[in-house]
């Protein structure tokens, strides 16, 4: 089993930033790739980045892309999502997500386990 937790989000103005972190525990001597997923109201859970055990290849969605950078840092089991440029688009639940695999996936179904979420809202 590993838990994930996640944290650092909150309320942010346009054009804002903030860096989530999602702490993993429990199996960690695994290799397993990561994910941040976001959910909004009343939408279905959207792929936003990932990246590969050795972090050395990451992917985001068009959505974000030059605005939010994944990374990782296996010696404190956490992995990062920073966010630049937010916008009210932007507002969601915030998930991050392990595979049981050292290659990401962009597919919500791919991912073993799975955090409790933090709220990012962004005003306008």
């Known amino acids: 089993q590993v838990q994930l937790v996640e944290s650092g989000g909150g309320l942010v103005q346009a054009g804002g930033s903030l860096r989530l972190s999602c702490a993993a525990s429990g199996r960690t001597s695994s290799s397993y790739a990561m994910g941040w997923f976001r959910q909004a109201p009343g939408k279905e859970r959207e792929f936003v980045a990932a990246?590969?055990?050795?972090?050395?290849?990451?992917a985001v969605a068009n959505s974000v892309k030059g605005r939010f950078t994944i990374s990782r840092d296996n010696a404190k089991n956490t992995v990062f999502l920073r966010m630049n440029s937010l916008k009210p688009d932007d507002t969601a639940v915030y998930y991050c997500?392990?595979?049981?695999?050292?290659?990401?996936?962009?597919?919500?179904?791919?991912?073993?386990?799975w955090g409790q979420g933090t709220q990012v809202t962004v005003s306008s």
């Open positions: 990246i590969t055990w050795s972090g050395g290849s990451t």
């Open positions: 997500a392990a595979r049981l695999s050292s290659y990401p996936s962009s597919q919500v179904t791919m991912y073993d386990y």
